[in-house]
Every structure is written in structure tokens, then in C-alpha cells.
């Protein structure tokens, strides 16, 4: 997959429009549904986005993104995409509804096939949705494709629900409509090396401050070095400074400082609290295995 930050002519483009924020199971169906056109018809997909969102904009800062920007671009490509253009917000925030159709995606990507999820909205205060896409379609000749909101238990699937979630620890709930393991990766960094005095010897990581924040707690984990137990949070009992993301993993003994560690999250297991001593952390620990 081709990666650009600024438009060029590429037409003949069977593109999907959309922020893409965790690229979730919804935004999956927009998106494949771009490719599957294109791969039908003998063209090229596209995804066309943004490098920020749009609330940096407008309000001058950002939500707290599912996925970092590096690993929204590798599920991206992993749907096939051919071409990804990631542009800047700012610059094409004042054109209404009609300019963008006309000034940016006809002529620069004469379309072929446009798909959008239900809820797009695009254009000077929101002024294009779906139903303008369809209206203009003939006009500018392409075929357009309104996805149809992706529900699971009855609940749509959206990003801020997936926020949401996430932010109360639900992680199950978040999970099934990601349809993966929310996740982070970092290098691994040296703590108060606490947990190998108690048996409990941990990989400890900085929590990426762009990413939707965990309530502080343990949680069960999956990690590239097997699975394990984590602890969010500030880490009380020993009086830890600063939040960080502390993995202990399974019957896993060696030294991986400075290497990549990924984890995925199963389920939160309990909140943080502080413990009248390590003898008492221990046996919650222990406990807390358990429970994975």
C-alpha cells in the first residue's frame, strides 16, 4: 500500500471515505467493500482520511485514539488497499460539501465507486452526507455504496462506543466490536524491579498517552512472549511514581529490556488498590493468576 500526505491525480479510484479510528468491524465493512469493488472492476482502492482527526481542528485537541497512526495504517493495508492518502484536515476544512466532491475527490481520483459508512458527514459544517453522495453520484459517474450500521447485541458499532468501554474497563465489550484484542506495544523499559523480589518478575512499558486510557486495575493479557497478567496503574503498595504498564508474563524468565513487547487485552480482572504489604500483594497476585 502506497502512503501519501498530500493529493495527487490518481483517478479511476474505487475509494472508501472515513476517519477510521480502530478501524473496527464497521469500518472494515466500508472499507472492504471498496476493495472488493475494485478488485471486480479491474481498478485500484483507496483509502482517503486524515492524519489527525478532525476534533484537533475544531477544538484544539484530540480523543484518545484506539489504534496509534502506524498500526491504523497496518490494518489498513492488511484489507488490500491499494493507495492510502492522508491528509491534512486544516487544509480542506473551509470547502462546502460541493467543493469537496468537485475540487478534491472528482478531480483528483475521478471515482469509479465511492463507499462511506451510514454516518458520514464531510463539508463545511457537516453539509455533505450520505444521502448527497448518492444524489450526485450520476452527475460525476461514480457508483456509491452506503454501508449499513454493523451491530453487535443489538448496539452499533462506533468508535466513541468502543471509547467508551474501554475508558469503564469493559473489555470484552470493546473487543467483539473491534472485532480484535485491543492493544499496545512499547519497549521495555526498567522499573523498581519490585515484582522479582516477590516472584513476580514484570515487563514493564509507557503507556502511550495518545491511546484511550485503561481504568488503573489488572487485567489479563496475551503478549508476543506469551501470556500474562498486567497491572495499569501507579502501583501503590510500593509507591510507585508515574502510571505504567506492567506485564508479568507466564513462565517467562528472561531479560527483554529494550525489546518490543505487544500486548493484548482479555478482560479486566480487578482495580488497583493498595496492599498493606508485599506479602499481601503476592498472595493477590497469586489469586489474580487464577482468574486468567
Known amino acids: 500500500m502506497q502512503i501519501f500526505s498530500e493529493l495527487n491525480k490518481n483517478p479511476g479510484l474505487s475509494i472508501a471515505l472515513g476517519f477510521f479510528d480502530g478501524v473496527h468491524s464497521g469500518h472494515r465493512a466500508v472499507i472492504q467493500n471498496a476493495v472488493n469493488y475494485a478488485k471486480k472492476n479491474d481498478c485500484k482502492s483507496a483509502v482517503i482520511t486524515f492524519k489527525e482527526h478532525p476534533c484537533c481542528f475544531f477544538y484544539g485537541k484530540s480523543p484518545k485514539y484506539i489504534l496509534s497512526g502506524k498500526e491504523r ?9 491499494d493507495y492510502m492518502y492522508e491528509l491534512d484536515f486544516e487544509s480542506i476544512s473551509g470547502l462546502t460539501a460541493d467543493e469537496y466532491l468537485k475540487d478534491v475527490l472528482v ?66 465489550k470493546a473487543n467483539a466490536m473491534l472485532g480484535y484484542q485491543f492493544y499496545t506495544e512499547g519497549t521495555v523499559v526498567k522499573g523498581q ?89 503476592k498472595k493477590q497476585i497469586e489469586n489474580d493468576i487464577k482468574q486468567l
Request: proline content about 4%; aromatic content about 12%; hydrophobic content about 35%.
Open 73 to 81: 495504517e497496518n490494518k489498513i493495508q492488511a484489507l488490500g488497499v
Open 107 to 172: 478531480k483528483y481520483f475521478s471515482p469509479c465507486a465511492i463507499s462511506t459508512g451510514w454516518n458520514h458527514n464531510f463539508g463545511y459544517k457537516k453539509s455533505g452526507n450520505a444521502k448527497f453522495l448518492h444524489d450526485n453520484s450520476k452527475k460525476f459517474g461514480y457508483e456509491y455504496f452506503e454501508l449499513a450500521p454493523q451491530k453487535i447485541n443489538n448496539e452499533i458499532i462506533s468508535s466513541s462506543t468502543i471509547r467508551k468501554y474501554l475508558s469503564r474497563g469493559e473489555i470484552e
Open 193 to 281: 524491579q519490585i515484582g522479582r523480589t516477590i516472584g513476580f518478575r514484570t515487563a514493564n512499558l509507557i503507556y502511550p498517552e495518545a491511546l484511550v486510557e485503561l481504568p488503573h486495575g489488572v487485567y489479563s493479557v496475551e503478549t508476543n512472549f506469551g501470556k500474562g497478567i498486567a497491572n495499569f496503574g501507579t502501583r501503590p503498595t510500593v509507591n510507585g511514581e508515574g502510571t505504567l504498564l506492567e506485564i508479568h508474563i507466564l513462565d517467562f524468565d528472561k531479560d527483554i529490556y529494550g525489546q518490543t513487547l505487544s500486548v493484548k487485552f482479555n478482560k479486566m480482572i480487578r482495580a488497583e488498590k493498595k496492599f498493606p504489604s508485599l506479602d499481601a500483594l
